[in-house]
Each structure stands twice: as C-alpha cells, then as structure tokens.
C-alpha cells in the first residue's frame, strides 16, 4: 500500500465553510474510488484549537503504486489543481495499517513524521512496525497507519480518533506540537473498510 498526502496553507481570510461544502460534495466520490483504501479529508481553521493558520491537507492510503498514478492523472486530481494549484505530493510505502474500530466516525486525527536512526535494523523495522500498540486497544481509535519514506529516511504514523479527548493529554497541544501535526476530519472515505487490514 502507498500513503500520499499534500497540503494546502490557505489565507487567514479564506471561507473555511466552503472548503467544507466542497468537500461535502466531493468527498462521495472517492467512496466507491478503485484502488482507494481511505481518504481522510484533513483541515485546520485559523484560530480554532489554537490553529495558526487555514489549512487543507488530505492524507490517503491506496493499494498500489498504479492507483496512485491513476488518481493523480484523473479528473479528481485535476479538479483539486484547479481549486487550489498543484500541491508538493508526498508519498510513503505503507508497512503496517490497522482498523480496529471501523464503526468510529473519526474528528481528529494525529500525524507524526520521525526520523529513522542510522542504527535502526531495517530488518525488524516492518515487523516492529506492524505489531499494534497499546493505543490501538484503546478506545475512539478508528485506525492508525506506518508508513515510510525511504528517501528522506522517515517514518509516518497517522491515527484517526473519534475525537481529540480520545487521543490523549498530547492531543490538546496545539496543531503543531514537535514532530506532532493534528487536524480536524471534514470526512472520511473508506472503500476499502470491508478489505483485511494489515501490514503492507
């Protein structure tokens, strides 16, 4: 699996509840989207939970690498060009997904990008990887990803919770909080739900 995200900074001025009918509208789209797994519309509003800025940074997770070319030479991809110019996309191979609460209707999301050390044993990083956490037990977790970026020699991990309350004290920190970005979920496509989740 590929996890791709990009990410658009938006004016202080910029009409956030456009941006939501937008989505509203586009978003059943990608609800029955070949090679899509999850689409989690992400957002920041300026000045809500301590966000600095407007924001708008949607985070995918697709089958393969042919999906992704195929979505990003697509009318939707184009669509998103259009609206907002074209976006820096960054993309990750994806070594461990796991869904443990699908019926959770996620608000708020966690990413965290860390770098991998020099003496990291690339050997038992997947497996490391895979092996869920603690906090996938916990409940208001609607799922969490791992992915990397063999390039930059980083890893992603995003969670999705119900809400902010769900992911801890760390949560309520701010958008950006070390290697820690949050943001509010618009909505969220998964037509890969009913698919076994797992490591890549």
Request: contains cysteine; proline residues 8%; aromatic residues 10%.
């Given at each position: 699996m590929?996890?791709?995200q990009?990410?658009?900074?938006?004016?202080d001025?910029?009409?956030?509840?456009?941006?939501?009918r937008?989505?509203a509208?586009k978003?059943?789209?990608?609800d029955?989207?070949?090679g899509?797994v999850q689409k989690?519309?992400?957002?920041?509003?300026r000045?809500a939970?301590?966000?600095?800025?407007?924001?708008?940074?949607p985070?995918?997770?697709w089958?393969?690498a042919?999906a992704?070319?195929?979505f990003?030479?697509g009318d939707?991809?184009?669509g998103?060009?259009e609206?907002f110019?074209r976006?820096?996309?960054r993309?990750?191979?994806v070594?461990?997904f796991?869904?443990?609460?699908?019926a959770v209707v996620?608000?708020?999301?966690i990413?965290r990008?860390?770098p991998?050390?020099?003496?990291a044993n690339l050997a038992?990083?997947v497996?490391a990887a895979?092996?869920?956490?603690?906090?996938v037990?916990?409940?208001g977790?609607?799922?969490?990803?791992i992915?990397?970026?063999w390039?930059r020699?980083e890893?992603v991990r995003?969670e999705?919770?119900?809400a902010?309350?769900?992911?801890?004290?760390?949560a309520l920190?701010?958008?950006?909080?070390?290697?820690?970005?949050?943001y509010?979920i618009?909505?969220?496509?998964?037509?890969g739900s009913?698919?076994?989740d797992?490591a890549?």
């Amino acid at each position: 699996m590929i996890a791709l995200q990009y990410a658009f900074d938006l004016p202080d001025d910029a009409d956030m509840m456009a941006l939501s009918r937008r989505v509203a509208a586009k978003g059943p789209l990608f609800d029955d989207h070949p090679g899509l797994v999850q689409k989690a519309f992400l957002a920041n509003r300026r000045g809500a939970a301590a966000a600095p800025g407007n924001e708008y940074a949607p985070f995918y997770v697709w089958r393969s690498a042919d999906a992704v070319a195929d979505f990003l030479r697509g009318d939707l991809f184009e669509g998103v060009v259009e609206a907002f110019g074209r976006p820096a996309v960054r993309t990750w191979t994806v070594l461990a997904f796991h869904r443990p609460a699908p019926a959770v209707v996620p608000t708020f999301a966690i990413r965290r990008i860390s770098p991998i050390p020099e003496e990291a044993n690339l050997a038992n990083l997947v497996p490391a990887a895979a092996r869920p956490p603690a906090a996938v037990r916990r409940t208001g977790l609607h799922s969490r990803l791992i992915a990397a970026d063999w390039e930059r020699w980083e890893l992603v991990r995003l969670e999705l919770w119900r809400a902010a309350v769900d992911a801890g004290p760390e949560a309520l920190c701010g958008p950006t909080y070390g290697d820690r970005h949050t943001y509010e979920i618009l909505r969220l496509s998964a037509p890969g739900s009913a698919a076994s989740d797992a490591a890549a």
